[in-house]
């Protein structure tokens, strides 16, 4: 089994849509997980933290449940420019496949 | 300044050329990675130092030889690369505490290299 297994889509959602991407794990050691953004030829950015109790912030809400070992991203009203992909990230540095998403007008 | 600056942003070397990329922080980040991203490919972690000293090296090759002269500063110096060596390297940093907030990684914008 992959450290990281994510979903590389890709995913074409409507503007306003909701879309969800997950990532799961197999390190169950694993203690820090994250949500970047890239956008074409540039560099990952921090989009969320994940926390076990799981935290929002606007349209994006990030959850973990360690039971079973995933993480998950909602973005709700998508944006035009939410269109990027979304890297999960866990502990010291290993990388989800990245799932792009594009929002269509 | 959350900023992480990488130097050059673009290099074309030959197989045979010896080169440097550059990387500095001033957030006073104890960590700092370098990782190779190639086309649609998420980034690959290369090296990680902490206070200064190597404490992860996935494997890579010995053409790739990393360098933490001081906190702020991470450099990784090129000799004999091959073609397939050609992608994104970003540099990284974070803090390096027991935390499960602290490990957020902050990157650079990376330096695309070419090998000829």
């Known amino acids: 089994r992959k450290e990281v297994e994510q979903d590389p889509g890709p995913f074409n959602v409507p503007e306003g849509a909701t879309v969800a991407f997950n990532c799961t794990y197999s390190n169950s050691a694993s203690q820090s997980f994250f949500w970047y953004r890239q956008d074409c030829r540039k560099e990952p950015k921090l989009l969320m933290s994940v926390y076990s109790s799981g935290n929002e912030d606007g349209r994006f809400t990030a959850q973990l449940n360690r039971a079973s070992q995933y993480i998950s991203l909602l973005i709700r009203d998508s944006k035009l420019s939410d269109s990027a992909t979304y890297l999960c990230v866990f502990s010291r540095g290993r990388f989800g496949a990245g799932t792009r998403l594009t929002v269509k007008p | 300044d959350t900023e992480v600056t990488q130097t050059p942003k673009h290099l074309v070397m030959g197989m045979t050329n010896k080169k440097s990329l550059k990387c500095e922080q001033h957030m006073g980040h104890r960590a700092m990675y370098w990782y190779k991203q190639k086309a649609k490919k998420p980034p690959e972690l290369m090296f990680v130092?902490?206070?200064?000293?190597?404490?992860i090296n996935e494997s890579v090759p010995s053409r790739f030889s990393p360098e933490c002269p001081n906190s702020s500063l991470l450099n990784l110096h090129l000799h004999a690369l091959q073609p397939e060596d050609s992608a994104l390297y970003l540099c990284a940093s974070s803090l390096w505490t027991s935390g499960v907030s602290t490990d957020t990684q902050y990157f650079g914008p990376g330096t695309r290299l070419t090998v000829l």
């Open positions: 130092y902490s206070y200064e000293k190597l404490s």
